[in-house]
């Protein structure tokens, strides 16, 4: 009789899933099946991780046209958005060197680790950059600072591997939301903190740490964060499979034995076929491409938001201080924390990520269009005409972000998904290193044009940006943009 069972029993264990006992990537699937409500742990680890490394991005916006001015490299007003420009490069430019690296890194180690990584290195050289002494330390310690920060490829291939196929979205979601938000507290963070004894005199003396080095409190606050974040790292689950042929698997439920069947089919298939180049994976190459494109005009516009508002009125800005740009984009990022964790799940069910891509890059450029009039206001009509366009630019632009991580990792299989990122950060850091160095280059030489018949001024600035939008939204159509089809 029990012959006879082993018997029957023997052709549905070849058509069910196969869980390795040691491996770490199984014991995450086995523990997806058995969930299936929202996985709420899982998607705040994502966001304080990617918060973490968003941080220091561009939380030296705000104060970056006054740290230029104290290093006193500049030798004219107008040549300071060049050099500031240099700086929030540096990063970028650093990471666009090692993102393949930490990609093939994380396929052949784990994710974890360079999750560590990265958010160790935040935490000593973000510190170093807040207590730079001169143009080219606050250069270096930025370019090491993204160099050894590759996080950002993985995480996204971590999200997808972490969630039930119904909370990808979702998962992709956060961390697009966290580096949206990143990317706008941090700044905030910045334009707060910075030069504390001169706005806080009452709590720092102008002979203490913070009165020598006035741009290190923001830099400290986020290294203590991310040093928080490092620790909590070490208990997150790996997501890599590992599977040796010595490793005992046991097999899962008969819950899953319908389903099984195609599953083995298709995975014997994958094993048998090659894996094709990344290079030649064009709904990979299109969309990291387009991405490519939209991270060069939002960095560019990071960079120039900054400059714009806090260059003086006489050059066509806003005269804005620190602590009144960190609470413009204050308000800005907890406004896309709302969105991105409602809406926009909702939105890319109904609408798919391409069409609300095209429709948030599209109402972009009159957003833009309106900003250079934006500045001719004053008092409570340029406050808040100010803040309602902020939080709109970062919402759509977020939007737009969020389409293309999806496309990407929809476009590869898992064990090339740590790979794929890496090229697209690859892109993405150099493009992104373009948008400062060019939107500092662009912003002083508009400055320096305030007479000119076409486009005077910061109209000249904003009427780049939308050039470079269109641009994007052009290639989100066919045949440029291809998706995958299973």
């Not at 299109?286 to 960079?303: G, K, N, P, Q, T």
């Not at 009039?373 to 977020?398: D, R």
């Amino acid at each position: 009789m029990a012959a006879g069972e082993e018997k029957l029993r023997e052709p549905f264990l070849k058509n069910e899933k196969r869980y390795y006992e040691n491996c770490p990537g199984c014991k995450v699937d086995q523990l997806k099946d058995t969930k299936s409500g929202l996985p709420i742990t899982e998607l705040f680890s994502i966001w304080i991780i990617v918060l973490c490394t968003a941080l220091p991005i561009s939380s030296l916006f705000p104060f970056l046209y006054f740290m230029i001015k104290d290093f006193q490299i500049a030798k004219r007003e107008e040549d300071i958005g060049s050099y500031a420009g240099y700086v929030g490069s540096s990063f970028m430019f650093g990471r666009a060197l090692t993102s393949v690296f930490w990609g093939l890194v994380a396929d052949r180690y784990g994710r974890k680790p360079v999750i560590i990584m990265g958010t160790a290195s935040v935490v000593i050289f973000n510190t170093l950059f807040g207590l730079s002494v001169n143009f080219w330390m606050a250069v270096l310690t930025r370019f090491l600072l993204g160099s050894l920060n590759g996080l950002l490829g993985p995480i996204k291939a971590y999200a997808c591997e972490i969630f039930r196929e119904e909370h990808q979205a979702l998962g992709l979601s956060t961390v697009s939301t966290a580096w949206g938000i990143g990317l706008i507290i941090g700044p905030a963070l910045g334009g707060f903190l910075a030069q504390p004894a001169e706005k806080y005199p009452n709590l720092f003396s102008s002979e203490s740490l913070f009165g020598k080095f006035p741009y290190f409190l923001p830099c400290l606050c986020i290294s203590l964060f991310a040093f928080g974040v490092t620790i909590a790292a070490f208990w997150l689950p790996e997501t890599l499979h590992r599977h040796n042929d010595d490793d005992d698997s046991c097999d899962v439920s008969y819950d899953a034995l319908e389903s099984a069947s195609a599953e083995v089919k298709e995975e014997e298939g994958r094993e048998a076929t090659p894996k094709k180049s990344l290079l030649k994976n064009w709904p990979l190459m299109s969309s990291i491409i387009v991405y490519c494109v939209f991270s060069l005009h939002d960095m560019a516009y990071s960079e120039i938001f900054s400059l714009w508002a806090n260059s003086p009125k006489k050059l066509g800005g806003l005269n804005y201080s620190t602590q009144m740009v960190g609470e413009v984009l204050a308000i800005t990022g907890f406004s896309l924390l709302v969105f991105q964790l409602s809406l926009y799940p909702f939105l890319e069910r109904i609408l798919g990520p391409i069409m609300v891509a095209r429709i948030a890059g599209v109402l972009t450029i009159p957003l833009l269009t309106s900003y250079p009039y934006i500045a001719m206001l004053s008092g409570f009509g340029l406050a808040f005409l100010l803040n309602c366009a902020s939080v709109v630019k970062n919402l759509l632009s977020v939007s737009i972000i969020t389409g293309l991580f999806i496309l990407q990792n929809r476009a590869v299989d898992q064990d090339q998904r740590g790979a794929a990122n890496g090229i697209a950060m690859t892109g993405m850091s150099l493009f992104k290193a373009a948008g400062p160095a060019g939107g500092g280059a662009l912003f002083s030489w508009a400055q320096k044009r305030l007479d000119a018949s076409f486009l005077p001024g910061s109209q000249m600035v904003f009427f780049v940006l939308n050039v470079v939008e269109a641009i994007g939204v052009l290639m989100t159509f066919k045949p440029f943009l291809a998706q995958r089809h299973d």
